[in-house]
């Protein structure tokens, strides 16, 4: 079983860096997941017996690596999905993207359109039949111009399919790495990482944030 790093742990919530190339549920793979991985933590740890009580409340994509919450009681897990829904449940990404960004900060807004059969996204007029609305804001930490990369913190203020990889993509500065919608880093590790987590916990009602880096090696040292 993969080994778990788990950054914060109560009888309420577990929060844990979910490694890269792992699904966050099971799926048509049938490769392991995060959600069973910290099941079966939970199980161990404990000595549960039985089905271990553990609910997924948000999503990275597979090659995505970053931090995840999940919640060990279904009252935290309903407090914890409202929070997503009424969007006080705050996640932060760091991402290297080709080029110079035009505006150092700025606040993206699209429509985007999945397609099922494809599993892609991809920005369409406003008004397109099954369209949602996507938000997200970033800022610029640095521009190399040796290599033409900039690294950029993103906060996404709605959870779309492949948001962050569609909307940069659409303005030219696509992500380093990205197999599906990037221009440069072919065969490579998608520069994309959830690296903070803000919440409020269901329980106490304290604001709590949860930070983990990627580690400075293979793709992430594109850049240099």
């Known amino acids: 079983m993969q080994k778990l790093n788990v950054l914060f ?21 049938n490769d392991v997941d995060m959600l069973s991985i910290v099941k079966q933590y939970i199980k161990g740890k404990y000595n549960k017996p039985g089905e271990v009580y553990c609910a997924l409340i948000h999503r990275l994509d597979r090659p995505v690596g970053g931090v995840m919450i999940f919640a060990k009681t279904s009252k935290a897990a309903a407090r914890l999905s409202e929070q997503v829904r009424n969007k006080s449940f705050i996640k932060k990404y760091l991402v290297i993207v080709d080029g110079k960004m035009e505006k150092e900060s700025a606040i993206l807004e699209d429509y985007l359109l999945k397609n099922e059969r494809t599993n892609t996204s991809k920005v369409v007029p406003e008004g397109t039949k099954n369209a949602k609305y996507a938000s997200l804001e970033y800022e610029t930490l640095q521009y190399n111009q040796e290599t033409d990369l ?10 779309r399919h492949h948001q962050i990889r569609v909307q940069l993509a659409n303005i030219g500065h696509s992500i380093y790495g990205d197999q599906k919608y990037g221009k440069r880093g072919a065969g490579k590790q998608i520069t994309l990482w959830a690296y903070e987590l803000t919440i409020i916990h269901p329980i106490s009602r304290e604001s709590m944030t949860f930070t983990v880096l990627p580690k400075q090696e293979g793709s992430w040292m594109a850049l240099y």
Request: no cysteine.
């Open 9 to 29: 742990e109560d009888n309420h919530i577990i929060v844990v860096e979910k490694p890269v190339n792992i699904p966050s549920q099971a799926d048509k793979t």
């Open 150 to 159: 900039s690294v950029l913190k993103v906060k996404l203020n709605t959870g």
